[in-house]
């Protein structure tokens, strides 16, 4: 299995232009998820889907849009980049046992590192 | 939303046990404490995660308070190797937030 992989590996972008970041996994996991991460800070959620068609708000939504078609896949829309978009992206997927806790595990990709001028 | 806290850095000498603190008071009763663990700027690595009940794994042990309001993630003998940022996670009840801290980085030191 690949695990979760994750392109562009390093993208750089002008203020207003848009672009997609891609995520797949492998795994047939349920949920997938789009983190980001500011120099010298934690992961934020951005989005999650817990399956095909379903998708919900993380902590910092604006400006990014999420479908998911596939188990698989997870995209990543940027709609007009700002440089606060500048980060680091990550995606992670995992099968979780129920909205009430459980043993899931998360893995995740390599990061998309993402430079908006 | 249950939120945690953590110490920003902590040294360890190489070979002796790492305990890393947590702070999760505003936890609910059936959420559960999460510990991740990010080499460098690679992906975060899952470590282990418990509700009530003290856990183990070939990885760490994790020791979570009667009143639940803290945690340690106890690394029993650690090696540079285990260099790296820490990151105690919550998942909000009854959704799938997971609200990551703002880390805690170890340095092992030979």
């Known amino acids: 299995n690949a695990g979760v992989t994750q392109t562009p590996k390093f993208q750089v972008l002008k203020t207003g232009q848009s672009m997609t970041l891609q995520c797949a996994q492998d795994?047939?996991?349920?949920?997938m998820s789009w983190y980001r991460q500011d120099p010298g800070m934690g992961l934020r959620l951005i989005h999650y889907s817990v399956g095909a068609g379903i998708t919900d708000q993380g902590e910092v939504p604006n400006g990014y849009n999420v479908s998911r078609s596939t188990t698989e896949d997870f995209p990543l829309r940027l709609l007009s980049a700002a440089p606060s978009q500048t980060s680091v992206y990550f995606c992670?997927?995992?099968?979780?046992?129920?909205?009430?806790?459980?043993?899931?595990?998360?893995?995740f990709g390599p990061g998309t590192r993402l430079l908006v001028l | 939303d249950a939120k945690t806290t953590q110490p920003p850095s902590m040294d360890c000498a190489e070979g002796r046990a790492a305990n890393l603190p947590c702070n999760h008071s505003?936890?609910?009763?059936?959420?559960?404490v999460y510990w991740y663990r990010q080499i460098h700027s690679q992906g975060p690595q899952y470590i282990i995660h418990g509700l009530k009940n003290n856990e183990t794994n070939e990885m760490a042990s994790l020791i979570i308070t009667e009143d639940r309001k803290s945690s340690t993630l106890i690394l029993p003998h650690a090696t540079l190797r285990d260099t790296a940022v820490y990151y105690c996670i919550v998942r909000v009840s009854g959704t799938y937030k997971y609200i990551f801290g703002t880390g805690t980085r170890l340095k092992v030191l030979a």
């Open positions: 795994m047939n996991h349920e949920y």
């Open positions: 992670a997927s995992s099968n979780p046992a129920g909205t009430s806790g459980g043993r899931e595990t998360q893995y």
């Open positions: 505003t936890i609910s009763g059936n959420e559960y």
